[in-house]
């Protein structure tokens, strides 16, 4: 089981910047994909980012890329999103999760999330 804490979530005005972190903590998988996902309410969750277990690959859904960055300190257990020129849209709960091959809406393990609030 692993155990996340998510942190860096607010309120932020449209244009503005947030550095969401996850540090994860328990049996790690050798090799694993780690990601931020955001959830609507009522909705699944969605793909935002991955990146792979050495932090050489990462994929963005089409609405973030250019202004979100992912990264990972595999020393800190840790992964980031870095998510500039923030728009309305981007409101959402935003959680991390880990599995063992693939970046999808099924990931193995889930954070608990937190809250990113975009508004004027």
């Known amino acids: 089981q692993l155990q996340f804490v998510e942190s860096g979530g607010g309120l932020v005005q449209p244009g503005g910047s947030l550095r969401l972190s996850c540090v994860y903590s328990?049996?790690?998988?050798?090799?694993?994909?780690i990601g931020w996902f955001r959830r609507d309410p009522g909705k699944e969750p969605e793909v935002v980012s991955c990146i792979s277990n050495s932090g050489d690959n990462a994929n963005y859904r089409e609405s973030v890329k250019g202004r979100f960055t992912i990264s990972r300190d595999n020393d800190k257990n840790t992964v980031y999103l870095q998510m500039n020129s923030l728009k309305p849209e981007d409101t959402s709960v935003y959680l991390c999760a880990v599995d063992r091959y693939y970046c999808s809406a099924a990931m193995d393990y889930w954070g608990k999330g937190t809250l990113v609030t975009v508004s004027a």
């Open positions: 328990g049996r790690t998988p050798d090799h694993y994909v």
